[in-house]
């Protein structure tokens, strides 16, 4: 079964306008973490967000955890044509920090 | 550095035949994992190995999958037979430790059964 569900499933822009998509989970987690699929492609990692974090930055990503309302939020700034791909979200849980993630939110950005 | 290799990239068999693919992960990752998956869905972890050890293999169906990883390295993911619903990308990914960030994905086979 998949802990993360994202949201919304699919998000088209135009270049140069935010992305937000939005995570929510069931269990408690150790982290939580974004990757991108590029059509073709394998995963790339994003960024990572621990439990006793609530807000992190990478260049035009901003991540937001709330462990309250089990929910996190990738913001995307300026976004690119480049930016076009689906973005998951994975849950690291357990002492093995397995990651389970979600169905993805593709997102499409027009020139 | 080199990422993760996955080969082949696509494979193409008749449903009842059997099927490997094969996986060389980052130098020096200790951890390996196999991912299914199917279009649209995220990935999901089939068996997860520490060194040569399989240390997490719930998910993995072992009426028709084995999983392999001799001397710590590379794995090969075997299915036989293949079944018509076994159709997805199966991918491999590797880490420097259970505990560690960074999973690193390899770029996944393509398996259609027909």
């Known amino acids: 079964s998949q802990q993360g569900e994202e949201d919304p499933q699919a998000l088209s822009i135009q270049e140069g306008e935010n992305a937000t998509m939005n995570c929510s989970y069931k269990t408690s987690i150790n982290n939580l973490q974004w990757y991108r699929q590029n059509s073709g492609r394998g995963l790339v990692h994003l960024i990572l967000?621990?439990?006793?974090?609530r807000e992190k930055h990478s260049g035009r990503l901003r991540v937001t955890l709330d462990t309250s309302k089990k929910s996190s939020s990738l913001l995307i700034t300026a976004s690119r044509a480049a930016d076009t791909a689906s973005y998951f979200c994975a849950t690291a849980q357990g002492s093995n920090y397995k990651l389970t993630f979600g169905k993805g939110t593709l997102l499409t950005v027009n020139p | 550095e080199a990422g993760v290799v996955q080969s082949p990239r696509y494979k193409i068999i008749e449903k009842k035949q059997p099927v490997a693919f094969w996986c060389n992960p980052i130098s020096g990752h200790n951890t390996l994992y196999w991912y299914l998956q199917n279009l649209g869905q995220g990935p999901e972890l089939l068996i997860r190995y520490e060194n040569e050890e399989a240390v997490d293999d719930s998910q993995l169906p072992k009426d028709r999958f084995s999983a392999e990883r001799l001397k710590g390295v590379d794995s090969t993911l075997k299915i036989q037979p293949a079944e018509l619903g076994d159709s997805a990308v199966y991918l491999c990914a590797s880490s420097s430790g259970p505990e560690t960030d960074t999973q690193y994905f390899g770029p996944g086979t393509r398996l259609t059964v027909l």
């Open positions: 967000i621990r439990s006793n974090e």
